[in-house]
């Protein structure tokens, strides 16, 4: 069964600057998606960014952007410019690319705090 | 488009009464996933559906729950009767269906069993 890890339950960064999530995971597989949601406070499941693991290309989402290592098994959020709109919960999720549709495995998960 | 509905947001209930937990996925999404949120156990799948078939409810934590989807617009989350571990946050999420397409959360469902 593919798990995923978030080795980080807490992380802090001061407004403008930047800071990197952790995650990896575990699977046999050579195909599959990659994803990291936010939940704010209110609780709302938001997509950040994906990323296919067929793509070397690493993807980009404005501040947004993900450093993908596929041999080593590693997809790390890396966060521009942190806004204190930024601060929340970060999930980073793994899901095979079977037939239809499957569900995501999710990670613990890192609470995001953002410093004025 | 109005999103994943969920209903209702908070629910408070007594051990043993039943629950019901309600869901309507995007319209022309195929596919619908219910998730558990816990502190203990982060989030995790109960049950999903395609095309209105349940494909995978291993999931599910025991009898007491069941889950149904009658039709594209519409799913429900029983659990009866409640206990209080089964206090958590029940999310809804649908998708198109497609191989790795997106997955759109609904707001989530609180359950508080007393």
């Known amino acids: 069964a593919q798990t995923v890890t978030q080795s980080q339950p807490e992380m802090s960064v001061q407004e403008a600057e930047t800071v990197t999530l952790s995650c990896t995971y575990d699977t046999s597989e050579s195909d599959y998606y990659l994803f990291w949601y936010k939940q704010p406070p209110s609780r709302q499941m938001i997509l950040v960014i994906r990323q296919e693991a067929y793509k070397q290309q690493n993807a980009t989402e404005n501040r947004f952007s993900v450093n993908f290592q596929k041999a080593a098994k590693s997809f790390s959020l890396k966060i521009s410019d942190s806004q204190l709109g930024d601060a929340a919960m970060y999930f980073c999720a793994y899901r095979t690319p079977l037939s239809g549709n499957t569900p995501l495995v999710f990670g613990k998960g890192t609470r995001l705090s953002v410093i004025a | 488009d109005a999103g994943v509905i969920q209903s209702p947001r908070h629910e408070v209930t007594e051990m043993g009464q039943e629950v019901t937990l309600r869901c309507k996925p995007i319209s022309g999404h195929n596919s619908l996933f219910w998730y558990r949120q816990t502190m203990m156990r982060g989030l995790e799948l109960l049950i999903y559906?395609?095309?209105?078939?349940?494909?995978?409810d291993s999931g599910m934590p025991e009898d007491r729950f069941s889950a149904k989807m009658p039709n594209a617009s519409f799913s429900t989350l029983k659990i009866q009767p409640s206990e209080p571990r089964d206090s958590a946050v029940y999310f809804c999420?649908?998708?198109?269906?497609?191989?790795?397409?997106?997955?759109?959360f609904g707001p989530g469902t609180r359950l508080t069993v007393l």
């Open positions: 999420a649908s998708s198109l269906g497609l191989a790795g397409d997106t997955q759109y």
């Open positions: 559906f395609n095309n209105n078939v349940p494909i995978d």
